[in-house]
């Protein structure tokens, strides 16, 4: 099957599978595609062949994907004596079973491979993608939970790559604070064109792994660098006022990083002093809001620190019309613009 004649149901049913989408909210191709012998050909090389797919979601996701499908092929070709599921796809589930799988506490700490596909609104560029090695449900020791991707960085996202979002950071020198997995700073330097990105995060493990991803995706420290830092830390002499004083920061990202009432104080205390350094800094944070009093929180600190904030409109999409970041967003997800009030003139 040539590149040109497949199905679109099919490319967005690849991109979903690449994410480690939940299986029961995957976009399953109709059954009628499904019995076509090379729609299957096409998904066992795109989907499951490790000699084709680089890096390949973890065997457990693979059975969990793979078993339904196979499932939906049968139902689609009944008691045809014509059609038959593809011996690649029966043979890669046999193969996939007959190896021990971990028990489920160790597959939770597996390393998974998740690919991204990060498409500019309104663009012809070829298909770009960023894959993240992720542990999605560790948590570490100081109890942060960034060795995966939110929804709120997926939505940040999504806006940076849609027509009004690129200006943002293209040619800008950017720090992002709470990096997690790096994702946003890897599309930043990968895709965005920022001059140059500086990922920070708190813990040293959350650093360690994102200088993995960094390397992961072909990006070297002369474009982006991963740092720690601690909120609410004194700046002065540290290597954030040297960089910003030789590279001084354009813009400072961040996203799912204000969902801890303790944490908020440190957060902004750190914004203020990156404000005071760099006045007409650009911030932009986003973040599901699950709980109403945190965000009010946030909100009161940044006013109390005499903060400009305003929130950008940008509505996430549905699943249903979402054709390659996907995410739920069956909470609010805000995007937030904030800069230092102007100082009136005496």
């Given amino acids: 099957m040539a590149d040109s004649d497949i199905d679109q149901r099919l490319v967005i ?7 480690l989408f939940e299986p029961d909210f995957l976009a399953w191709p109709p059954l009628k595609l499904l019995k076509n ?10 989907l499951f062949d490790a000699s084709r797919v680089a890096h390949l979601p973890p065997a457990r996701y693979q059975v969990r994907v793979l078993e339904p499908l ?3 092929i049968e139902k689609a070709i009944g008691n045809s004596e014509h059609d038959v599921v593809s011996i690649s796809l029966v043979s890669h589930l046999g193969s996939l079973t007959a190896n021990e799988s971990p028990s489920e506490p160790g597959a939770m700490q597996e390393n998974s491979y998740v690919t991204f596909t990060c498409l500019k609104e309104g663009s012809d560029e070829p298909e770009s993608t ?9 948590v570490s020791g100081s ?51 920022a001059k140059h990105v500086t990922t920070t995060d708190g813990d040293d493990g959350v650093v360690e792994a994102l200088k993995e ?64 350094m760099r006045p007409n800094l650009l911030v932009v944070i986003a973040g599901v809001v699950r709980d109403a009093q945190t965000y009010e929180i946030f909100r009161q600190e940044c006013m109390a620190s005499k903060f400009t904030m305003q929130e950008i409109s940008f509505q996430a999409k549905s699943i249903r019309e979402q054709y390659s970041l996907f995410y739920a967003a069956a909470m609010p997800i805000k995007i937030l613009k904030i800069t230092r009030a102007s100082i009136p003139q005496s």
């Fill in 130 to 138: 960023v894959t993240i090695l992720e542990r999605r449900h560790l």
């Fill in 13 to 19: 049913f690849r991109r979903q599978y690449l994410q």
């Fill in 213 to 276: 991803n960094l390397v992961l995706n072909g990006l070297g420290e002369q474009k982006v660098q991963a740092k720690r830092l601690w909120w609410g830390d004194d700046l002065k002499g540290t290597w954030v006022e040297r960089e910003c004083a030789t590279e001084p920061y354009d813009v400072v990202i961040g996203a799912d990083i204000t969902y801890e009432p303790e944490a908020i104080r440190a957060l902004v205390s750190t914004l203020r002093q990156l404000f005071d």
């Fill in 70 to 72: 196979i499932a939906r």
């Fill in 37 to 46: 012998a090379d729609v299957q050909t096409w998904l066992y090389k795109n």
């Fill in 143 to 193: 109890k942060t939970t960034g060795f995966r991707t939110w929804e709120g960085a997926l939505h940040l996202a999504a806006y940076l790559l849609s027509a009004a979002g690129p200006e943002v950071i293209h040619g800008k020198k950017v720090l992002e604070l709470g990096a997690g997995t790096g994702f946003l700073a890897i599309l930043c330097g990968k895709q965005l064109a």
